[in-house]
């Protein structure tokens, strides 16, 4: 039976898989055996076992940790005057320079047998997303070290001498690093990099040393400008054998001293006005000694998959602390200025339109702090989720920008005004930055989360398209005849699965016990499990390599399985803060928010699938109904927006590590006049329904004189008038230059 099968199925089969689906080259494939799947795989087995999420438990610090953040980091934001630094200095001053060092700030991941913090990924998650609600560009000076530095790198992949070294002095800020990845014709294309090393003998210290000369020209580097070490990515070549038969050794990384003959670092590159140090470099005919590549010799043409090993984890922390931070500090000041800003004698925060911007800030800062912490919590225990990472990078920054989008539009003039008072506007600015780099967002919604999502996190297609590769034909044909009848019965599990789910909206599905209240919303991200897994596997059964060049289809389908990340992780925020009935508003929010987004991705799909009649089918067998579920109500949306707007435990927790100013500063000022408000609103009650709808001192005399108030509560809202009219006030200059008639 089983030599009929491998004839009549299996061997046609293969040869349909080689036809249908495009080879892996060795950059994906690198790309793809980097890092590890995780929930992703859940999320796409049609069936999650959310036990496997649940049980991690909540992310915790050690003392060690939160007695960092409440001091030095503390300090650190102390010091931090993000007008000057981006405004008036345009770099970081000496001052919080030599702090970052002596606190080992570029040091926090690095072991502490080597002079580091030795924190946890959480902490330092934790630690970068408190110092960018105060700047952004200390928050990235902090995040580089830290990330792809090289710190991570050696610590992965260096050689016990290079360690021993480079950590120790990376640690304590003798050594400032950076990594040169991106030239002026690679970006986010790496593979088509023209950075190119030549393997020779040269001299070294006065003597003949085996290494290679290599040319380059990179850009965008961050922390170029300043650094003493360059992590130097670049193609090796072999023309002359000396190494070997083969003449193309492949990507490979090598740590470059900038004060090396040859190394030319450029003038300074200014990022949508943020001060941290980037800029350009170039390397004409460099000598680079063999032992100079991180992991040495034997590391030659395996830079890629070590990059992608390292960003695997370190894209899951970076720019994700950065936008939840951001996110964060967005929704505590626009509640807090929504409060107390008033137009028609009325809060701004009670007119329906700014209430409905108010509760899309709040939900994208609950999700993306969930989402934050459950991913740093996955780190915490050693996974290194390549495809998480991606989701994380894309759709935090993308949050941000939603949330600071909204932030600007209720602040209004307080948040276009430049000056030391507005917290908002350079936020704004920044953003694209996040959203360009470590990978841009087009890209990696396009083609990465979905791409390597659907192959790594599928149970058989990876194993099949490797036997469809071995050039051993007969090896393959007996490789694809094993996986075949799992994989058939996977697909009518999948069909059945989704069409049940499809049809009865997700009401038979099953949720965690425990879960009480949330139990509906786990059903429902078990129905869109189900439909996703069905719907991915039509798509790679009917489009195969063609599904790889339809990149809005794949960016869908990647949206659908980044918003089941996304909700997951808020429900087991919600689980791991013990399931607060006052925290139920973000979590309706939220939950209704994403459920909408993966309809909608999921009908955009099956409307514009390149196989109409099976984007109908798909349409009929999933969501007979079409939209289902619908978003946050008007009242749900006033509800939310209304815990952003009064001083509460769910504001608080939502909003843990936003620093809150030094006092009189723009945040100070804003946060002081909202607790006033908020503490005496009893008394400005009684002056409206006298009514007196203006606050000022005027008013409150004549309130007094009708006895309306006591002469103590006339007191505290004199206090009240005068924080609200700081408050409201925006910065202006007399040394911008005159302008002649």
Known sequence: MSDLRKKWLTRPLLNLIKKVLPPISETEREAMEAGEVWWDAQLLSGKPDWDQLLNMGPPQLTEEEQAFIDGPVEKLCEMIDDWEISFEKRCIPEKVWDFLKKERFFGIIIPKEYGGLGFSPTAHADIVTKISTRSTSVGVTVMVPNSLGPGELLMAHGTDEQKDYYLPRLADGREIPCFGLTGVEAGSDAASMTDTGVVCYGDYKGEKTLGMRVNWHKRYITLGPVATILGL?????????????????????ALVPTDTEGVTIGQRHLPAMQAFQNGPNWGKDVFIPMEWIIGGQENVGRGWHMLMSALAAGRGISLPSLSTGGAKMAARMTGAYARVREQFSIPIGKFEGVQRRLAEIAGIAYVLDSAHKTTTRALDKGRKPAVVS????AHATYGLRDAINDAMDIHAGKAIMDGPLNYVG??????????????????TRSLMIFGQGAIRCHPYLLDEMLAAENPDTEAGVTELDKLLPKHILFQVKTLLRGIFHGWTVGIFASSPKGVGYAAKYYRQLNRYSAILTLATEISLMSLGGELKRKELISARLGDVLSQLYLLSCTLKRFKDDGSPKEDRPLLEFAMRAGLHKIEQSLLEVYQNFPRRFLGHLMHFLTMPWGHSIHTASDRQARVCAELLMVPSETRDRLTRGVFLGNPGDGVDIVEQAFQKVCANEEARDKLKKGGIRMLNH???????????????EAEKLREVADAVYKAIQVDHFDDLGQQSA
């Open 233 to 253: 990515a670049f193609k090796l070549y072999d023309p002359d054998h000396i190494l070997g038969d083969q003449e193309e050794l492949g990507f490979t990384v």
């Open 390 to 393: 991606a989701i994380m990078k």
């Open 426 to 443: 350079n936020v704004y600015r920044a953003v694209p930055v996040a959203i360009t780099v470590e990978g841009a967002n087009i890209l």
């Open 698 to 712: 005027d008013t409150i005399k004549e309130g007094l004189e009708r006895n309306l108030i006591s002469e103590e």
